[in-house]
């Protein structure tokens, strides 16, 4: 079965970074392109990077343009989302979702099919 596995959050100080990672299994890893959304208490989950298939394609939120980087390693069926100069705002726990169509809206969650469980990322001031 398919599955996606989170890991790399915590709690960092404002100006830190962190490497999210996104595991995946039960799929041809290598045809699919995978998003990372965030959902903050009371808020909707929204879009935050997206790499695709090949990891030759990449689009960012404006909110971490500049300051996140996602990149894939096909041999080790992994998404990685390295985040830096954290503010209290990137607070939220992080999702790492399949996209289900390549035609499909990158930034609606709607669009992907399988998500992991998420890793909380706690940003100090």
């Known amino acids: 079965q398919v599955q996606l596995v989170e890991s790399g959050g915590g709690l960092v100080q404002a100006g830190g970074s962190l490497r999210l990672s996104c595991a995946a299994s039960g799929y041809a890893f290598n045809t699919f392109a995978v998003g990372w959304f965030r959902q903050a208490p009371g808020k909707e989950r929204e879009f935050v990077a997206i790499i695709n298939y090949s990891g030759s394609s990449t689009n960012y939120a404006d909110s971490v343009k500049g300051r996140a980087t996602i990149s894939r390693d096909n041999a080790k069926n992994t998404v990685y989302l390295q985040m830096n100069s954290l503010k209290p705002e990137d607070t939220a726990v992080y999702y790492c979702?399949?996209?289900?169509?390549?035609?499909?809206?990158?930034?609606?969650?709607?669009?992907?099919?399988?998500w992991g469980q998420g890793t909380q990322v706690t940003v100090s001031s």
């Open positions: 979702g399949r996209k289900r169509l390549a035609n499909s809206n990158t930034k609606s969650p709607s669009a992907y099919d399988y």
